[in-house]
Structures are given as structure tokens and as C-alpha cells.
């Protein structure tokens, strides 16, 4: 999260987009959070659509927590 390189960005959004454990998408979500770029923010609101598993069950309520906190919507 720190180094904020582009190029983790790809990898991030794949484990987003198939991961069905909470521990993976949340910590794939911070790290994306922590680029603080708008289409980047835009994309992790696409692949919650795309994603039922970021919806679900106490990870779903986290991660739907983590997008208010930072004003993603």
C-alpha cells in the first residue's frame, strides 16, 4: 500500500474481481483505496457489480463500510 505502484494495481483488481475470501478482497480493496486515484475508485465500484462475494456475509459489511469511509461510490 505504501509503495503505491501502478503496476500492483492489475494484480489488486484480478484478486477483486474472483476472490470469494474476505481476508483477500479487503486487503486487495485497501490497497487499491490507498492509491486515492478517482478511476481507480471507479473501478472497484465496477467490480463490486461484478463480484457478488463483496456483498456478502461480515466481509461484504466490511467492505461496504470501507467505500463510505472513503467516500467511494
Do not use: C, H
Amino acid at each position: 500500500m505504501e509503495i503505491k505502484d501502478a503496476s500492483f494495481a492489475t494484480a489488486m483488481f484480478a484478486r477483486l474481481e474472483k476472490a470469494d475470501n474476505p481476508n483477500i478482497y479487503l486487503a486487495a480493496a485497501k490497497a487499491l483505496i490507498a492509491f486515492s486515484d478517482k478511476d481507480i475508485n471507479r473501478q472497484i465500484v465496477e467490480v463490486s457489480k461484478r463480484n457478488p462475494n463483496l456483498r456478502k456475509d461480515w466481509g461484504g459489511q466490511e467492505f461496504v463500510q470501507m467505500l463510505k469511509e472513503n467516500r467511494i461510490e
